[in-house]
C-alpha cells in the first residue's frame, strides 16, 4: 500500500511515521511506500528508509499534483498551530483550511478518475471546544459537547471536519476525524501554538533548563503522551467504519492534570531539584487563550476502540525520558537530571 | 446607512429589501442606500427606487470590487439550495462557501483599510442538523442540537456559521447567523431545493394545477411564512450583541406540521376541490434527503428577541393569498380558487 503523511516532518508526524514504519503494515496491508510532504525535511532514519520519500514545501502547492497520484491511506497532520494562527489570520486560513480542501479535492479528482477512495485520517483538536455565551461549557468536553471554537485554529479544525464529513458522505474519501489532545511532552524547541509551555514545564527543567509556567497551577488541561496519541491515528485509521460510528469527529483519549499535577508528577520523577527549575509567570496573551479551552475531555468511542490514555503524568514523563535515552541528543535533553 | 443585500433577486432577498425600503430604516439609521446582488435582477418594483442599486453576476466575481467599498450592513442570502448541491459538488463548494469566504474577506479587507466594522446577517439552515450514528438526533432541533448536516448544503451552511463566528471574533464585522427554516409559500416556479414541494403542493392547487406530494403524509417539517422569515432576519440584524447571546447560530421560529395538516389547512381555507388537486406519489430521491431533515425546530433564542411563528398553517396559506392578490399575477397564482 501507499501511504501519504502531511505534516510527515513534524513531531508528531515522523513519529507516527517512525512507528508505522516499524510495524510493516497497517490495517492488514504491508506499506511499500511511504510520502512525507512538509514545510521541513523529516528526520534522517526516515529519509534513509527505502520506503520514504519526502517532498518539501508547502502542502498547497503539493496538492495539485496529487490529483492523479492514487493513495491508499492518507494521515493529514500539516497545520498551522494555535498561536500562529491567532497572530497571523491569513496564514491560518491557507495553511489549514485551503490546504485541506486542496487535498481533499485531489482525492476526490481520483476518485473521479476512476481511482481508489483513500481512507483518510485528520488530526483535529480539542481546541474546537470552547466557552460560548449561548451554549453551556462542561469542564469535561465529550464527543457529545457542542463545538463553539474561540479560536481560529479551532474553527479551521472543526471546519476540516465537516468538509472531511461531507467528502465522505460523498464517496470520495473514507474520513475520519480524531480530536489530539495536548501532545506532553514535546521534544525540541517551544513552537507557536499556545499550547507550548505545557511541554516546556517539563523539557526544559530535565534539561537542566529554567522555565515559565504562564498559567496559574490550577489550570486543567486534556493531554496526551506521543505514543498513545500515535496510537489513537492507527487505531482510527484500522477502524471499521461501523466501529468508527458515524461521520462526525471523536476525541482521542486524554489525562486530565493540572500543571500544579504536572510538576508534581515531576518531583516524583526526577526530584525536587528539577522541579524547582520551573517558576509561575503569568503571561496574559497564553493565559487568556488557555481559559478558553476545556479543563479535561473525555473520549467514550475511542474508549470503545480500545484507546485510554497513560494512567499518570509521572508514566508520560518517564516515556519522555526513555525517548531521550533511546537518542544521541539524550546528554543535552536530559542534562538536568544528571 | 447604506446596505448589501447578496440573493437580493431572490425571493426571500427582495422581500427583505421591500420590507426594509418601506420601513426606511434598520437600527435606527436611515436607509439611503441598498445594493442588491443576484446571478438575476431584481423585481422591477425594487429597481424603480431610487435607493436601490442592481449588480448582476455571481457574487464571487463581485467579492473582490467589495474590498474597497464599506456597508453599514450586510445580509447574506445569496446560495445554491440544497438539490443543486447534492447533484453539483462542485456548484455548491463555489456558491455557498467559497463566495461567502471571498465576501467575508472583503469585509475584513475594509476593516484592515481603517473602514467600518459592518453589521452581519448570514441565512443559515436547518439543514444543518441531521441524523448521525455517532449522535442522538431529536425529533425536534433546538438552539443546543449538535449539528451534523447530511448534505452538502447543510454542511456549507454550518461552515459559513462558524467562519463568519471568527471572523466576528477577530473584529473584521459584527456577524450574527440565524437558521431558517423551510420557507412556505414560496411563489413562482418550483426551485432546485429538495424543499420546494412544501410550497408546490399549496401553490399549485391554488393555481388550479395538480401538485405531487413526493412523501408521505405523516412527514412532519419546521417551516416559517415569508413575512416572518423577513421578520426574523430583520430581528437578528437590530439585536444588540448581548440579546443575541454569544457567536453561535440561533434558530429561527419554526411551526412544525406535517405535510397532512398543511393539506387540511389547504382545505379549511380554499375547500375540498382545490386540496384534491395534490396527489402523493413517493419520490425516492427527494423523500431519502427529507428524511435526514428534522421533523420539527424550536427556536429557544429567536422567541427572546420576540420572535414567533404563525399559529397555524392555514394563517401562512391566508398571507400567501393575500400576497399573490396584491400582484398583478393574481388572476393566474389564484386560478384554482375561482
Known sequence: MKLLITGGGGFVGARLARTLLARGTLAGQRIER???????????????????????????TQAEALRTEPFDGVFHLASAVSGECEADFDLGLRSNLDSTRALL???????????????????????VFGPDPGHPFPKIVGDDTMPTPQTSYGTQKLICEHLIADYTRKGYLDGRAA??????????????????????????????????????????????????????????YEATREAFCGRTALNLPALNVRASDMLDALEEVAGAKVRARVRFERDERIAN?????????????????????????????????????????AGETLKGLQ
Not at 213 to 233: A, E, I, K, Y
Open 34 to 60: 511511504m510520502v512525507l510532504t512538509d514545510i521541513a525535511p523529516p528526520p534522517a532514519d526516515l529519509l534513509a528508509d527505502p520506503r520514504v520519500e519526502a517532498r518539501t514545501g508547502p502542502l498547497l
Open 179 to 236: 480530536r489530539l489532545m495536548t501532545v506532553t511532552v514535546r521534544p525540541g524547541r517551544p513552537n507557536g501554538a499556545a499550547s507550548s509551555f505545557f511541554s516546556g514545564i517539563i523539557r526544559e527543567p530535565l534539561a537542566g533548563v529554567e522555565a515559565i509556567c504562564p498559567v496559574s497551577p490550577d489550570v486543567s488541561h486534556p493531554m496526551s503522551s506521543p505514543s498513545r496519541t500515535v496510537d489513537g491515528l492507527i487505531a482510527v
Open 105 to 127: 479535492d485531489a482525492l476526490r479528482a481520483n476518485v473521479n478518475a476512476g481511482g481508489k477512495v483513500a481512507r483518510f485520517v485528520f488530526s483535529s483538536s480539542v481546541a
Open 289 to 329: 487563550i488557555v481559559a478558553n479551552w476545556p479543563s479535561g475531555a473525555s473520549a467514550a468511542r475511542a474508549n470503545r476502540l480500545g484507546l485510554h490514555p497513560h494512567e499518570t503524568f509521572a508514566d508520560i514523563i518517564r516515556q519522555y525520558i526513555d525517548d531521550c535515552r533511546a537518542l544521541p541528543t
